[in-house]
């Protein structure tokens, strides 16, 4: 049985980049989420790719409204509603019936910092399922050898859930690459959330929220 991953795009859309990525997934008849900052989608060329995005089969997921915000530590206690609430009123009908999200992980990090007790009770009240990861190869690096990194996380993992990112000078440039070797690895890349990545589906936590959550 192949391996399976399932790749997935952060903090676009962005003109020049997310575009590019589109038509390489198109070509090789491949599907991921791309999990969008709101700010962004206030920009009619940036949402313009976000419903191309839509209209191909991908999955369009929030990923806050200002990517600068670690929900477990926002003091004050309309965050939840601005940094999610807010994004998922700008992504409207583009948004995938299970309300993805996907919070600020800093680097990606996953730790209590990422949500607050807050931040989880509005997720399930509002029915999200958030989701997170298990491999970040740090794309956004111009010296580090992300594909090899990838490459070691799949190799180590059973159903890897990767992070890249539709920004200028990430992953684009590679992208082809990374795709033709884990092609040579009998990969299948899969467009479906394993459940060690979402620990809370459709509003109803699966697993124990105490590792990502303050409070």
Do not use: K
């Amino acid at each position: 049985m192949a391996r399976r991953v399932t790749l997935t795009f952060d903090n676009g859309p962005t003109p020049g980049v997310t575009d590019r990525i589109l038509d390489v997934l198109a070509e090789r008849g491949l599907r991921t989420t791309f999990f969008v900052v709101g700010l962004q989608l206030r920009d009619p060329a940036r949402r313009a790719l976000a419903e191309r995005a839509f209209r191909e089969g991908h999955w369009i997921g929030n990923h806050t409204m200002t990517h600068s915000v670690q929900l477990g530590r926002a003091c004050y206690p309309e965050a939840p509603a601005r940094e999610i609430g807010a994004t998922q009123e700008l992504i409207g009908a583009l948004a995938h019936p299970d309300r993805l999200f996907r919070p600020y992980g800093a680097g990606g990090v996953i730790s209590r910092e990422l949500l607050s007790t807050a931040a989880v009770e509005y997720l399930v009240a509002g029915r999200y399922s958030c989701v997170l990861w298990s491999s970040v190869p740090h794309d956004w690096e111009p010296d580090v050898d992300w594909v090899g990194r990838c490459l070691a996380d799949v190799g180590d993992q059973e159903w890897p859930v990767v992070v890249l990112h539709d920004l200028e000078g990430c992953a684009v440039g590679r992208l082809e690459e990374l795709l033709d070797r884990l092609a040579e690895r009998n990969v299948e890349l899969t467009q479906e959330l394993p459940e060690h990545c979402v620990p809370i589906r459709r509003g109803v936590a699966h697993a124990p929220l105490e590792t990502f959550s303050s409070d």
